[in-house]
Nanobody, 112 residues
Framework: QVQLVESGGGLVQPEGSLRLSCTAS????????MAWYRQAPGKERELVAH???????TYADSVKGRFTMSRDNAKKTVYLQMNSLKPEDTAVYYC??????WGQGTQVTVSS
């Protein structure tokens, strides 16, 4: 059974930073792409960042230059470093494994 556990969410002020982590309890990790999605109240789920098995990354236009995704295959963990946070970044953030499995999410709230 695949289990993804996100952590690191919380309340942060605008222009602040936060780092999310997602650890995958899986037997195979290194060959799969991983991604971060977010969903704000009343809005559709949005792809935030994607990382390939070899480390290439793609970001939504709204977060380019502010967010950085990385992976540590030895720890079977992906990260999302979020800088210069804005109120519009407020959402539940989810990680996905191989485009097929999802974690339960972690809440990020950006507010003064």
């Amino acid at each position: 059974q695949v289990q993804l556990v996100e952590s690191g969410g919380g309340l942060v002020q605008p222009e602040g930073s936060l780092r999310l982590s997602c650890t995958a309890s899986v037997s195979i990790f290194n060959i799969y792409a991983m991604a971060w999605y977010r969903q704000a109240p009343g809005k559709e789920r949005e792809l935030v960042a994607h990382i390939s098995n070899v480390g290439g990354t793609t970001y939504a236009d709204s977060v380019k230059g502010r967010f950085t995704m990385s992976r540590d295959n030895a720890k079977k963990t992906v990260y999302l470093q979020m800088n210069s946070l804005k109120p519009e970044d407020t959402a539940v953030y989810y990680c996905s494994y191989g485009g097929a499995y999802w974690g339960q999410g972690t809440q990020v709230t950006v507010s003064s």
